[in-house]
């Protein structure tokens, strides 16, 4: 996936400044595809030279005017053709399960504190999910296909997290069996 079709699925239903944009992108999309607001900025200017987005000045009194985008036409037809282009499988890349892979090199208690960190990180990312679905998701209410689909794509997210932090469990009480070894 490109930067470009995050930004495209983010002007699908509203018209958004750059400011707007970036606030919404770190807000949800962000969550699974990282960009900086330099780099969002940067690919704003290419899709509307290509086409693909259209911009209008807002003007805003005692403030400077604010640039909406909203998706062309072509915009749009790019975003479908892209939905419908076949997903690579990402493959795992990670770098704390090469160190776990080889942790028997080191004290356990090095690699104890980098799976604690690990396992914090997730914690957070977790409670971040949580926050998002008790906000956006009340129990138990009919959701439209749209919502759906992205309650689903929440749901994913808790549970990467939720499988990351029982693995580092994992991982931690094997530590804690093993606290007296040396490494090798």
Known sequence: MALAHAILALLVDTARSGYDLTKEFDSSVGYF?????????????????????????????????KKLYHLTELGHQQLVEWIAEPCSIAGIKEEILVKTFVG???????????????????????????????????????????????????????????????????????????ANDRPV
Not at 41 to 52: F, H, M, N, V
Not at 54 to 63: H, K
Request: hydrophobic share 35%.
């Open 104 to 178: 028997m090199q080191v004290d356990p208690s090095v690699l104890r504190q980098e799976i604690e960190r690990h396992r914090q990180a997730h914690q957070q990312k977790l409670a971040a999910y949580h926050r998002i679905e008790a906000e956006y998701f009340e129990p138990r209410q009919p959701l439209s296909f749209a919502h759906n689909l992205q309650y689903l794509v929440l749901r994913r997210g808790i549970r990467y997290e939720v499988d990351w932090i029982g693995w580092c469990d994992e991982v931690l009480q094997l530590l804690e069996d093993h």
């Open 33 to 65: 595809w990282n960009a900086t607001h330099q780099q969002i900025y940067r690919e704003l200017a290419k899709l509307e030279d290509q086409g693909a987005i259209a911009s209008e000045i807002v003007p805003q009194t005692g403030r400077p005017d």
